[in-house]
């Protein structure tokens, strides 16, 4: 685990629409491999999509550790506003860079990207997750200017 950030609190933003976030689920999936084979459908509270979890019609969790999923994590994640916990862990066909756009998740508590196979630079933008509590994340580089402990 990488503790290179300081909280320096969340961006203000507007409600979430339920649309926006199954539609961005959905544009995440259609970059993955090996996606649950249950996900199936246009709204992944309604139809009950393994490893999503919803509040009040809301996406509030992703759990998919272990899945053999594999692609990458665009920055279409920024739109499932409240996502309370992202846990990819264990997936090492999931690649590439993470995006600064995962600095909008101001309700994010809870990180687990450990066990993929992301590279480059940890984005600056993670030290805007006020609420993050728990970071699991590969050794990826850079601590940028916002050095020090959670």
Same mark, same amino acid.
């Given at each position: $685990? #990488?503790?290179?950030?300081?909280?320096? &609190? &969340?961006?203000?933003?507007?409600?979430?629409?339920?649309?926006?976030? %199954? %539609?961005?689920?959905?544009?995440?999936?259609?970059?993955?491999?090996?996606?649950?084979?249950?996900?199936?459908?246009?709204?992944?509270?309604?139809?009950?999509?393994?490893?999503?979890?919803?509040?009040? !019609?809301? /996406?509030?969790?992703?759990?998919?550790?272990? $899945? &053999?999923? !594999?692609?990458?994590?665009s920055d279409?994640?920024?739109?499932?506003?409240?996502?309370?916990?992202?846990?990819?862990?264990? #997936?090492?066909?999931?690649? @590439?860079?993470?995006?600064?756009?995962?600095?909008?998740? !101001?309700?994010?508590? #809870?990180?687990?990207?450990? @066990?993929?196979?992301?590279?480059?630079?940890?984005?600056?933008? /993670?030290?805007?997750? !006020?609420?993050?509590?728990?970071? $699991?994340?590969? %050794?990826?580089? @850079?601590?940028?200017?916002h050095e020090?402990?959670?």
């Amino acid at each position: $685990m #990488n503790e290179c950030f300081t909280s320096t &609190g &969340g961006r203000e933003g507007g409600r979430e629409g339920e649309g926006d976030s %199954a %539609a961005a689920l959905s544009s995440l999936a259609s970059q993955w491999r090996r996606k649950p084979s249950d996900w199936v459908g246009s709204d992944p509270c309604g139809d009950i999509w393994i490893g999503i979890n919803c509040t009040d !019609s809301r /996406i509030v969790s992703i759990k998919l550790s272990s $899945m &053999g999923l !594999s692609g990458t994590l665009s920055d279409d994640i920024q739109y499932i506003e409240e996502l309370q916990t992202l846990d990819l862990s264990y #997936n090492k066909g999931l690649s @590439g860079g993470l995006h600064a756009s995962i600095g909008r998740l !101001s309700k994010l508590e #809870n990180l687990l990207l450990t @066990g993929c196979s992301f590279s480059g630079e940890i984005p600056p933008e /993670i030290g805007l997750l !006020s609420r993050l509590v728990y970071l $699991m994340a590969p %050794a990826l580089s @850079g601590c940028s200017e916002h050095e020090g402990q959670w």
